[in-house]
Nanobody, 123 residues
Framework: QLQASGGGLVQAGASLRLSCTVS????????MAWFRRAPGKEREFVSA????????EYADLAKGRFTISRDNAKNAVYLQMRNLKPEDTAVYYC??????????????????WGQGTLVTVSS
């Protein structure tokens, strides 16, 4: 139900915009988030946005470089990534939740997951 796209191979300093489309009529009620899993590491939280778009959270790794946004008319959420670094290399996953109880950065709070899109940043 979640389809992520936009990943690719870029050089350090470049930008990418990831997209995630949701095939659900109630998309506008979902809190959406991006996580990533770097090679050999645990999955980690990147950013999340509530259904109105007026409440946003970023992990420290994303602050100042990444911007999350959503378009409820298109059932889509985006992650604009700037000034990419080799350590941003990871599979990026979009996730959706009906309700967050303990924390936006907890992956067990999310009900739906996309298949992931690979971002590779070369030095």
């Amino acid at each position: 139900q979640l389809q992520a796209s936009g990943g690719g191979l870029v050089q350090a300093g470049a930008s990418l915009r990831l997209s995630c489309t949701v095939s659900k009529r109630t998309f506008s009620s979902l809190l959406m988030a991006w996580f990533r899993r770097a090679p050999g590491k645990e999955r980690e939280f990147v950013s999340a946005i509530n259904w109105t778009g007026d409440n946003i959270e970023y992990a420290d790794l994303a602050k100042g470089r990444f911007t999350i946004s959503r378009d409820n008319a298109k059932n889509a959420v985006y992650l604009q990534m700037r000034n990419l670094k080799p350590e941003d290399t990871a599979v990026y996953y979009c996730a959706a939740s009906w309700m967050i109880v303990s924390g936006w950065d907890r992956d067990d709070e999310y009900d739906y997951w996309g298949q992931g899109t690979l971002v590779t940043v070369s030095s």
